[in-house]
Structures are given as structure tokens and as C-alpha cells.
């Protein structure tokens, strides 16, 4: 199958640590390529971005709901064999279980991994069920969009109401419904339990995020022994976000501690 994949490669001396982009749930390569890509190429790093089968420009839309996580991981590792270093993986959303689910598979094949916003390990069925209560008009819309009944996003999920009109009707006009069978296994556990990996991790997370609040994101720094980094007014989307750059400018160190 046919996926798309963004490079930005920097202009002069470039680091031996890559850096591969796993977008979540509705989104494609797009939503990297308009701060993340250029910004974290001009710092150095080679930069690459795909949209997993069935979104953005990669093929298999039209049979999107029979997609499982599984065939998302199988997307990332074709793109990882394309390269000549072990890459840094950058998850968000439903992208950070497919990441997690590599760095319990296979720890060998990465350097080190951030998750941005993520789905934590045993999944996100105690996240929705409080959405139920609190977002469930914002929920329905999102089912209806997912099942193609609807062409309308609640943009309050994922995006700051700090942005431009304009910014916003054009990211909403680029979402696409998600995988059914997805999703199914992303509300239950999908990694092991107990899990030891020596693979660097950063966790981010904020206490503004419409679908992981703070309480999640702890969790799944606890999971992975580490402290997570949480921000007090970022959206579900870190990387569109207005205040985006105090989001790459965390990860950076991180990833400066990784390179050779």
C-alpha cells in the first residue's frame, strides 16, 4: 500500500538522530508539516512525516474501517526500514499507542520516543466514559463524522480556540473519519502490562487537553517510569496549537541528550 511521507532534511550539518512523525485518529502528515517539520529540520534534525494507510494523501480511504493498530505499526516499520539510522518516533494521540506499541515490540529498532498527548497503555475507555458525562454532544459528532453520516468536526476536541477562523476551517476541512476497528482496540489495553524498556521516553501531556487530561498523563508516565512534562493551556492538537513552539522547544533537550 501506497503512504505518504513528508521530508525535511536541514540545510547544513545534519544530526545522526532522525526524527519520524506518527500522527492520531483523523489526522495525516499535514498536521506536522505546518510548524514541526520545518522547525525541527532547522534545528538540525532530519525530519520525515507519513499519513497511515487511509489518511492524508496515502492510499486505502476507502476502506478505512477495517484497519487495525496493527496495520498502522506495520506502516511506521516500512517507513523505518527507509532509513539508515534508528529514528526518534514522535506519537500523538492514537500515533502514541502505535509508538508505544513499537517500543514493546521492538526496542531495537529506535532511539528513543515522545508521546504528545497519547493514549495511555490500557487504552481509553475510562477517558471516554467520563466524555460521555461531560462532552457527549461533542462525542456523538464525532461518531457521526467517523461513520460519514456527518461532514462536521467539534472543533473543540482538538483544536485551540485561539486560532485564526481561517486556520481552523482548514485543518477541520483536512480530518477524516477514523478507523472503527481502531479505535475498538485503542479503548482496551494494548501493550503488556508489565512493561521494562530501556528506551528513552518523554511524555507530554496538558491540563487543557479535551480527551487526556492530567490525571492520564500520569498514568502513563508511571507506566513508563519517567515524569511526565505537562502543559497548563495547550489543545488536544500540540503541534497546531498557537503557543506550538512551547511544545517542540520541550522536546529539543530531549532529544540533543540522544544524539551521538
Known amino acids: 500500500m501506497k503512504l505518504e511521507i513528508l521530508t525535511y532534511v536541514p540545510d547544513g550539518i545534519a544530526s545522526e538522530t532522525p526524527l519520524l512523525f506518527v500522527h492520531g485518529g483523523s489526522h495525516g502528515a499535514w498536521c506536522w508539516k505546518e510548524h514541526f ?19 492524508g494523501e496515502s492510499e486505502g480511504n476507502e476502506q478505512i474501517h477495517s484497519f487495525s493498530l496493527n496495520d498502522y505499526m506495520n506502516d511506521v516499520l516500512e517507513v523505518m526500514q527507509l532509513m539508515n539510522k534508528k529514528p526518534v518516533l ?8 502505535i509508538v508505544q506499541k513499537i517500543i514493546c515490540s521492538h526496542p531495537d529498532k529506535i532511539q528513543g520516543a515522545v508521546l504528545m498527548a497519547s493514549i495511555p497503555p490500557n487504552g481509553m475507555s475510562r477517558d471516554i466514559r467520563r466524555l460521555l458525562f461531560t462532552r457527549f454532544k461533542e462525542l456523538y459528532q464525532i461518531r457521526l463524522f467517523d461513520k460519514g453520516r456527518s461532514p462536521h468536526m467539534p472543533s473543540r476536541a482538538f483544536l485551540s ?20 476497528k481502531a479505535q475498538h482496540e485503542s479503548m482496551r489495553r494494548f501493550v503488556p502490562k508489565s512493561v521494562s524498556t530501556k528506551v528513552p521516553m518523554l511524555v507530554m501531556g496538558s491540563r487543557q487537553d479535551w480527551f487526556f487530561p492530567e490525571k492520564t498523563v500520569h498514568s502513563i508516565g508511571k507506566n513508563y517510569n519517567t515524569e511526565p512534562v505537562i502543559f497548563n493551556d495547550i489543545s488536544h492538537d500540540m503541534m497546531l496549537d498557537p503557543k506550538w513552539r512551547t511544545v517542540a522547544d520541550q522536546i529539543v533537550p530531549f532529544l540533543q541528550k540522544l544524539a551521538p
Open 37 to 55: 517539520l520545518p522547525y525541527f529540520s532547522s534545528k538540525g534534525f532530519p525530519s520525515y512525516a507519513l499519513s497511515l494507510r487511509g489518511h
Open 90 to 97: 514522535i506519537g500523538h494521540s492514537l500515533g502514541g499507542a
Open 161 to 180: 480556540p485561539d486560532l485564526p477562523d481561517e486556520k481552523r476551517e482548514e485543518y477541520l476541512g483536512l480530518l477524516k473519519p477514523e478507523s472503527t
